[in-house]
């Protein structure tokens, strides 16, 4: 049976402050995510989904093997898509045409992403992902669920989850969702959609 690991971060802990401060990144990544790749390790014990990659155990299982594999994927996806804060950050390439392409315009597409985000119900992430022919679209998605459910390619993700904000911003989702735009490193978006 392959063991998944915790992933590690790009970054030091505190490189994404005052945007995320360590103390946040600590529980999210050390803890959050660390309980899930031992829950899912657990899982998988004896269990025909044993030496699958990640992505297909998260199209091919249900229930506590799904969340747990789901949350892994998303936030692998999620702290690996970040980099130091930068004033005016910008996506470049492909995935900068794309976006002005599908929405009009950088800025309303950061509008739409932070509306989907502010208004999901509950827990859950919204994406930013590419459909077969590559055109762009904004996904709501609940709990641990990924847009490859959907048949789509995941490029950007925010997560909703009270754990990923309270500590810097509590009840305050809106103004996290605004604030993460200074850490999206585009490099790895426009990576994830030139696949």
Same mark, same amino acid.
């Given at each position: 049976?392959?063991?998944?690991?915790?992933?590690?971060? =790009?970054?030091?802990?505190?490189?994404?402050? =005052?945007?995320?401060?360590?103390?946040?990144?600590?529980?999210?990544?050390?803890?959050?995510?660390?309980?899930?790749?031992?829950?899912?390790? #657990?899982?998988?014990?004896?269990?025909?989904?044993?030496?699958?990659?990640?992505?297909?155990? $998260?199209?091919?299982?249900?229930?506590?093997?799904? @969340?747990?594999?789901?949350?892994?994927?998303?936030?692998?996806?999620?702290?690996?898509?970040?980099?130091? !804060?930068?004033?005016?950050?910008? !996506? $470049? #390439?492909? $995935?900068?045409?794309?976006?002005?392409?599908?929405?009009?315009?950088?800025?309303?597409?950061?509008?739409?992403?932070?509306?989907? #985000?502010?208004?999901?119900?509950?827990?859950?992430?919204?994406?930013?992902?590419?459909?077969?022919? #590559?055109? /762009?679209?904004?996904?709501?998605?609940?709990?641990?669920?990924? !847009?490859?459910?959907?048949?789509?390619? =995941?490029?950007?993700?925010?997560?909703?989850?009270?754990?990923?904000?309270?500590?810097?911003?509590? @009840?305050?989702?809106?103004?996290? /969702?605004?604030?993460?735009?200074?850490?999206?490193?585009?490099?790895?978006?426009?990576?994830?959609?030139?696949?």
């Amino acid at each position: 049976m392959k063991k998944f690991e915790l992933m590690a971060l =790009p970054y030091s802990e505190n490189a994404l402050e =005052p945007v995320i401060s360590k103390e946040t990144i600590g529980f999210h990544h050390g803890k959050h995510l660390l309980t899930y790749v031992n829950n899912l390790n #657990g899982l998988l014990e004896g269990s025909p989904l044993a030496d699958l990659s990640l992505e297909e155990i $998260v199209l091919k299982s249900e229930g506590g093997m799904l @969340n747990n594999a789901g949350q892994i994927l998303n936030h692998e996806m999620y702290f690996a898509q970040f980099a130091a !804060p930068q004033e005016n950050n910008a !996506p $470049v #390439g492909k $995935v900068a045409e794309a976006i002005v392409r599908d929405f009009g315009s950088f800025e309303a597409f950061k509008d739409e992403f932070q509306k989907k #985000g502010a208004t999901l119900f509950g827990s859950g992430w919204v994406w930013l992902s590419a459909d077969k022919d #590559g055109k /762009l679209v904004i996904t709501q998605e609940t709990n641990a669920a990924n !847009p490859i459910q959907r048949g789509l390619k =995941p490029l950007l993700t925010f997560d909703v989850w009270e754990h990923a904000y309270y500590l810097d911003y509590q @009840n305050r989702r809106p103004d996290h /969702l605004a604030a993460l735009w200074q850490i999206v490193n585009w490099e790895v978006i426009e990576k994830r959609y030139s696949l």
